[in-house]
């Protein structure tokens, strides 16, 4: 573990099972911020993960910027920045209400 | 890369179940292999069950504090222990394979896996292999019917194993197996009789679960049900693990249990979690039963049951109308278990 940034914590969040070489893993974390920022788009909010610093940056339009490490952490940065809460199974979110 | 992490077994039910009467039996035919390391928690200060135990490479004795709560910090130095005299074996053929753990009958499972994936240590060091829970069969329909710690118990298994079951008539031991697989059905269910397995009958089809009171008292998000979610063959993993982390983030007190084998380009993935804990996949070979890939097995309450596969849908992008079909699991309708 980097004493400096505390990176990794663990060996390899749960998320990049399956990405095996260090390209693997890249390519995902590439894709995966393509897809977390389409995704919090609506919710006000950027991601970006550049592939050099660990972590992915999460941002509001407005300009506050956090860098969480792992899916768990952004969530909860993600509603607190957003101001409300992200939840897959919300009616607004089905498109039901 | 071989996973060469240390694996653990935790073996949890309730008081009385025939934990130690079965353990002791596995351990004298060495069903774990060789080179295991046994850990026995009693909730009590006096010991009992550890002399009983033989055939095992190493005992390690945590009296005095169950070790999902109160004995949680021995437990953790105790496995830390093991990790770090097993770091300074250099053959592979001498160190440590296994630990099992013997719960105390009032522990948790789901609250020990949780405190091991949370330990910075022990994440690199121990993968948890299997969580088997010792079911009494004479007893275990009436203490479900009245403690949640022995549903938490049979909701946390990977594999029961029904004791008792030579004192216990056909019907009744028909009825408690429907039961338990209403309460989690993706475990597998073998039989024991002073340890010694006993082949099971098959469950006849018109059996009908025990009534079960609902527990949770003025808890109103209604009794826990599974739900079988099918993914689409060409899962998008990352998208799929965005969702699923939302989905435990929002709804992980309620999601009891995720379990499922997902097909990647990167070969079989077993996923499990247990309530917001996600265990890290494991790449399963290509053999074996493969005709539950790519179905996931939802156990929870608090959501529409459709509602799961409907969510899935609309994140991956995919039109909503193909019918996904989270059907509830068992003959149990509109996913309620009473």
């Not at chain 2, 295991?36 to 002399?51: F, L, Q, R, S, Y």
């Not at chain 2, 910090?73 to 296994?98: M, P, T």
């Not at chain 2, 597998?188 to 018109?206: I, Q």
């Not at chain 2, 979610?229 to 990352?238: A, C, F, G, H, M």
Request: with cysteine; proline share 7%.
């Amino acid at each position: 573990m980097c004493n400096a940034c505390g990176n990794p914590a663990a060996p390899g969040h749960w998320t990049d099972a399956g990405a095996a070489t260090p390209g693997d893993r890249l390519r995902a974390r590439f894709h995966r911020a393509a897809l977390l920022s389409n995704l919090l788009r609506p919710y006000g909010l950027t991601a970006h993960d550049g592939g050099v610093v660990p972590g992915i940056q999460i941002g509001t339009m407005a300009g506050a910027q956090t860098i969480v490490h792992n899916l768990e952490e952004l969530w909860v940065e993600a509603e607190r920045l957003a101001g409300r809460p992200v939840d897959p199974l919300d009616a607004r979110y089905l498109g039901d209400a | 890369m071989r996973d060469t992490r240390l694996r653990l077994t935790i073996l949890g039910g309730y008081l009385g179940s025939g934990k130690t009467t079965w353990l002791r039996h596995q351990l004298h035919v060495r069903a774990f292999g060789p080179r295991v390391h046994v850990i026995v928690n009693e909730a009590a200060e006096t010991p009992v069950d550890d002399g009983l135990l033989t055939g095992a490479e190493g005992i390690t004795l945590l009296a005095g504090g169950c070790c999902c709560c109160e004995g949680q910090g021995a437990l953790i130095n105790a496995l830390r222990g093991l990790c770090d005299a097993r770091s300074r074996v250099s053959g592979d053929g001498e160190r440590l394979e296994r630990v099992v753990l013997e719960t105390s009958g009032l522990a948790d499972p789901g609250a020990i896996v949780a405190a091991i994936q949370a330990d910075p240590v022990l994440i690199n060091h121990i993968v948890v292999d299997e969580t088997v829970v010792a079911v009494d069969a004479l007893h275990a329909l009436a203490q479900l019917a009245t403690e949640p710690l022995g549903r938490r118990q049979v909701e946390a298994a990977d594999r029961f194993v029904l004791t008792k079951t030579d004192a216990c008539g056909l019907d009744a031991l028909s009825v408690l197996r429907t039961t338990l697989s209403t309460l989690n059905g993706h475990a597998t269910v073998t039989a024991a009789v002073l340890g010694e397995e006993v082949a099971l009958a098959p469950v006849p089809p018109d059996v009908r679960p025990a009534m079960l009171p609902d527990l949770t008292g003025e808890d109103a998000r209604g009794p826990i049900a599974p739900t079988q979610v099918t993914i689409p063959p060409d899962l998008d993993w990352s998208a799929f693990t965005l969702w699923l982390s939302a989905l435990l983030h929002a709804r992980g007190d309620d999601l009891v249990r995720v379990k499922g084998v997902v097909r990647t380009p990167a070969g079989r993935l077993l996923l499990q979690t247990v309530r917001k804990v996600v265990q890290s996949p494991e790449i399963l070979p290509d053999q074996g039963d493969m005709r539950r890939d790519n179905v996931i097995v939802f156990i929870g309450r608090g959501y529409r049951p459709e509602d799961l596969g409907r969510s899935l849908r609309r994140f991956l992008g995919l039109p909503s109308a193909a019918p996904i079909n989270p059907a509830p699991l068992h003959a149990t309708t509109e996913g309620s278990l009473t």
